[in-house]
């Protein structure tokens, strides 16, 4: 099952568990371990007078109490040095020995809030870097609905240059379409032309073969050739749906059904994840229907990231996030 990443107080969400962001004491304190205490009650606080503490980058469970959810799962993150202090090894086991946790009693979703991140001081970008790359790899192997949860826009910030670049791709690429829009009609006339004279010079045997190509997809349905372009990828099924941050059940409808129709994000996180060039996502979008345009910020983002041959689905979603749009997978 996927990764969400979501803006909201953790405290708030239902789910089987939810992690808390806690220290060596595990006696409460301020930021997501303040706000997780006030609103389980006193009864947390007693249950965690048993536990004996806890180590950084280990983990312990408790009840949830007044929480809408079944179990807290406290994890200690490093305070940030200088990043030469094991600071990422140590948050990476405080993700894993908290999923092993949630895995251990039967969780099928469990939340995060971006460990570390507040007091603890790890900067934003790479903490969630870790948080993405710890839990897709648990992902690979186990199924579990994982958020990571964003409390407020200021605690989260892409890197900045990635910021910058895709800014630079969107202005660009607004700027064309408005340019384009003033030269109007005549320029589009003269690249059909140009389109249908392209095809003239093709030897006869290879338009055979690309016709003969074409006339056998033409009733290709999105369905059956994404299995088939999974089957041309070498990858299996299960692999190609967690690249693609899609949940099995979803990918089982696709599958059975010759004629599913998918919502295009969906369609998109499956072309990111078959790796397909920038025409070839234009192709397979069209089997569902969709289009990638230059008329909205959404598109664009996706297109800069194909472009560059970026296919991580997290970071393309982190971006997605950073420009309140909406994200890939489900
Ligand atoms: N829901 C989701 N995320 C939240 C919430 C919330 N209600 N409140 C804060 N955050 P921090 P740390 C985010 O400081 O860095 C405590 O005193 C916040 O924006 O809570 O691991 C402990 O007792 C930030 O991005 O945890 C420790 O002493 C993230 O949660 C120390 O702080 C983590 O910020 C742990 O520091």
């Known amino acids: 099952m996927p990764i969400k990443i979501i803006r909201q107080d953790i405290t708030k969400l239902e789910c089987d568990a939810i992690v808390n962001a806690a220290n060596n004491t595990l006696l409460g304190g301020g930021g997501v371990d303040g706000a997780i205490h006030r609103a389980a009650g006193e009864e947390l ?14 983990a312990k469970i408790t009840g949830a109490y007044n929480l809408p959810c079944k179990y807290v799962i406290h994890t200690v993150g490093p305070i940030w040095k200088n990043g030469n202090y ?103 006339t003269v690249m059909s032309q140009d389109i249908c004279f392209d095809s ?15 006339l056998l997809q033409i009733d290709e349905s999105f369905s059956q050739m994404l299995l088939r372009k999974i089957d041309e990828s070498g990858m299996t099924d299960s692999q190609c749906y967690k690249k693609a941050n899609i949940d099995r059940k979803l990918f089982s409808k696709i599958k059975s059904n010759v004629n599913y129709k998918p919502s295009k994000t969906t369609a998109i996180a499956f072309a990111i994840a078959l790796e397909l060039s920038l025409d070839e996502t234009k192709d397979f979008l069209m089997k569902a229907g969709y289009a990638l345009s ?12 194909i472009t560059n041959k970026n296919y991580n689905i997290f970071e393309i979603n982190e971006a997605l996030f950073e420009f309140d749009q909406c994200l890939l997978g489900v």
């Open 200 to 214: 003239m010079p093709c030897a006869p045997s290879m338009q055979k073969a690309s016709l003969d190509e074409m």
């Open 45 to 58: 606080l007693e249950e965690c007078r048993t536990l004996g503490g806890c180590k950084t980058g280990q």
């Open 294 to 305: 230059h008329s909205n910020k959404f598109d664009i983002i996706i297109e800069y990231f």
């Open 86 to 188: 094991g600071e990422r090894a140590l948050l990476t086991s405080c993700y894993r020995n908290s999923l092993e946790l949630a895995k251990q009693y039967e969780c099928n979703s469990v939340a995060f809030p971006l460990i570390s991140s507040g007091a603890y001081g790890y900067p934003k970008d790479e903490a969630l870097r870790v948080a993405t790359d710890t839990i897709s790899d648990f992902l690979l192997e186990n199924e579990m609905l994982v958020y990571i949860v964003v409390f407020d826009k200021r605690a989260f910030s892409i890197g900045e240059k990635l910021f910058c670049d895709i800014q630079q791709y969107i202005d660009d690429n607004y700027a064309e379409r408005f340019a384009n829009r003033r030269r109007g009609v005549y320029e589009s």
